[in-house]
């Protein structure tokens, strides 16, 4: 506990500045509804796409609140929190080697197993608290703008789901973060997994022949309009994505408990 609560202070302003862009984010995708997503012509514009740049976007109609929502917000949400959850956990214990504190840290009495978990718990934390400003903001700012027939029910399962990929991804990082020292190089690390998951993913919905590469990837389990649609997150995506978590933890834990620190 020890090692969460100080690596939660520490933090803390990155939080607050991301959770202010994210806010800042969803206020502007609400307020444009009127502007865009009501537009004939952006209307005829989303229609005449092709079926493939259609699923990426979410598949949801273009003139709802939900469809406009989910293509300007929600399909961006889980690479938004899993680009902070992969920059924090790359640099997790990369930064404590690169400042060289994981000694005095190792010399208190606290497990390295403690100390990957602690960090873990950390990110995981941030990610949670991302998700839910993001969505309170646009539920909140759903009445403020006078928008009405939105699924805003459905939208905290949404930061579920993006949670759920954001910790998956954080996870693979944090097994990075053991693999070497050099805290700038595990930061660019993180950004390149997360950004490669993602276009990764997109070459699998808009090939089939690498439709493959989606069901090994955690943005291929992130489903924002099925969601939406349904109101509910499917089951074996969510246990997909806990078990790609559980597996990069369990990774980084028995890796970094036999590193050599000196």
């Known amino acids: 506990m020890r090692v969460f609560r100080r690596s939660l202070w520490d933090e803390k302003s990155t939080i607050l500045i991301w959770a202010l862009i994210l806010a800042l984010y969803a ?6 509804y009127k502007s865009f997503g009501q537009s004939e012509t952006l209307n005829q514009l989303m229609q005449g796409l092709p079926e493939y740049m259609l699923a990426m976007f979410g598949g949801l109609p273009w003139g709802t609140v939900d469809g406009y929502l989910n293509t300007e917000i ?3 949400l889980s690479l938004l929190t899993a680009l902070y959850a992969a920059l924090f956990g790359a640099s997790a214990l990369a930064k404590e080697q690169d400042s060289h504190t994981i000694e005095s840290l190792l010399a208190q009495p606290v497990r390295r197993w403690s100390v990957v978990l602690g960090k873990f718990g950390a990110m995981a934390v ?7 400003v993001l969505v309170a ?3 909140l700012f759903l009445s403020v703008f006078g928008l009405e ?3 805003a029910a459905t939208y905290p399962i949404v930061a579920l789901a993006s949670t759920l990929t954001a910790v998956a991804t954080g996870a693979l990082a944090l097994f990075v973060s053991t693999l070497g020292p050099d805290q700038s190089k595990a930061a660019a690390y993180g950004t390149g997994i997360v950004i490669g998951l ?3 993913n997109v070459i699998g919905q808009i090939s089939d022949k690498a439709k493959f590469l989606t069901h ?8 924002s309009a099925s969601i939406i649609t349904s109101g509910h997150i499917a089951w074996g995506d969510a246990a997909f994505l806990v078990g790609f978590t559980l597996g990069f933890l369990a990774l980084a834990v028995w890796w970094f408990e036999k590193k050599d620190l000196t």
């Open 74 to 76: 929600f399909s961006f």
């Open 216 to 223: 090994v990837n955690p943005f291929g389990y992130y489903r």
């Open 149 to 151: 027939g939105a699924s």
């Open 137 to 139: 903001t646009v539920v």
């Open 198 to 200: 993602y276009f990764v």
């Open 126 to 132: 941030g990610a949670v608290l991302l998700n839910l």
């Open 27 to 32: 206020v502007f995708g609400v307020s444009s």
